[in-house]
């Protein structure tokens, strides 16, 4: 079955910098588009960024500039290095792929930056 599973997440400063990580399996990782979502206290879950399996990049406009986003076929992984946090970054992330035409969800990881 479809697992994916997040690592990473913490409490940070404004200003500093983080990366999670997402292992997958029970797919052909190579050839699936890899997303990052979010959801913040009393908000719905937004999409922050996607890596297609050809390595194609697209971002939110909150996140652009600041956000990386990358992908290691070799090891199932997809990466989020995260700069210049702010408070509004605040939130569940979670790892997303869309398998056998469902969504798939990690189980989250909270990253917290205070001000």
């Known amino acids: 079955q479809v697992q994916l599973v997040e690592s990473g997440g913490g409490l940070v400063q404004a200003g500093g910098s983080l990366r999670l990580s997402c292992t997958a399996s029970g797919i052909i990782f190579r050839m699936s588009d890899m997303g990052w979502y979010r959801q913040a206290p009393g908000k719905q879950r937004e999409w922050v960024t996607t890596i297609t399996s050809g390595g194609y990049t697209h971002y939110a406009n909150s996140v652009k500039g600041r956000f990386t986003i990358s992908r290691d076929n070799a090891k199932n992984m997809v990466n989020l290095q995260m700069n210049s946090l702010k408070s509004e970054d605040t939130a569940v992330y979670y790892c997303?792929?869309?398998?056998?035409?469902?969504?798939?969800w990690g189980q989250g990881t909270q990253v917290t930056v205070s001000s």
């Open positions: 997303q792929v869309m398998n056998g035409g469902r969504d798939y």
